[in-house]
């Protein structure tokens, strides 16, 4: 330091530069002379990894990514962007963020709606991918929410005359009895066509 011994005390420096004496102190230069730049940043003034670089009584700083302020101080927050996508929450880190993802949802911003059909789960029908949801359009002959269910197309009993219901995948088979016939057994086979009876006998028409 340059002592002197009058306050206010100015002196010409080597380096064009008054050197202002305060309470016997120099602050801008050091050395008889105030020949020697003073370097401020010998205390290590940038913070979170950022150099100083040294000025004439002054001192700045480049800071490391992720950071800024005059000392670096600052963590730059990379959420103030929004960058999670489908309502996914963010969370700020160094130089970074992560997102936190709602279900249904993947990738580092959120962008990827996962395939929920991946594991076919309509057992009989297409699947449909949604939102953290999916949808089966059942094949013809099946119902449930996976298709599983086999449609019994028998329950509403569509064979006439005691006939006998076979259920099959989307559809039936009627077995009918004997003296009936048609899809549903509904037609009753007229035996007196033939006009079995003789004598100018009567014929009466019933079930087989």
């Known amino acids: 330091m340059c002592q002197l011994s009058k306050v206010n005390y100015e002196v010409q420096n080597w380096n064009i530069h008054k050197c202002i004496q305060k309470e016997y102190k120099f602050t801008c230069f050091t050395g008889t002379q105030c020949e020697i730049d003073i370097d401020e940043c010998k205390d290590k003034p940038c913070l979170n990894g950022g150099v100083c670089h040294d000025l004439i009584n002054s001192f700045k700083c480049t800071c490391a990514i992720g950071f800024t302020g005059s000392r670096c101080q600052i963590n730059i927050d990379d959420c103030i962007s929004s ?53 089966c359009t059942c094949h ?29 995948v989307n559809g039936y088979q009627c077995l009918c009895k004997a003296g009936t016939s048609g899809p549903n057994c509904e037609i009753n086979v007229n035996e007196c066509y033939s006009n079995p009876c003789r004598n100018n006998a009567r014929c009466v028409d019933g079930i087989n």
Do not use: K, M, V, W
């Open 83 to 135: 960058p999670c996508r489908n309502g996914g929450i963010c969370h700020d880190s160094i130089a970074g963020y992560t997102c936190e993802c709602p279900p249904g949802f993947t990738g580092l911003s959120c962008e990827t709606n996962i395939n929920d059909c991946q594991s076919s789960p309509c057992l009989h029908g297409e699947c449909l991918d949604g939102e953290n949801s999916f949808t």
């Open 140 to 168: 013809p002959g099946y119902t449930g929410l996976l298709c599983q269910h086999q449609i019994n197309e028998c329950e509403s009993n569509p064979c006439q005359y005691g006939g006998l219901c076979q259920d099959l």
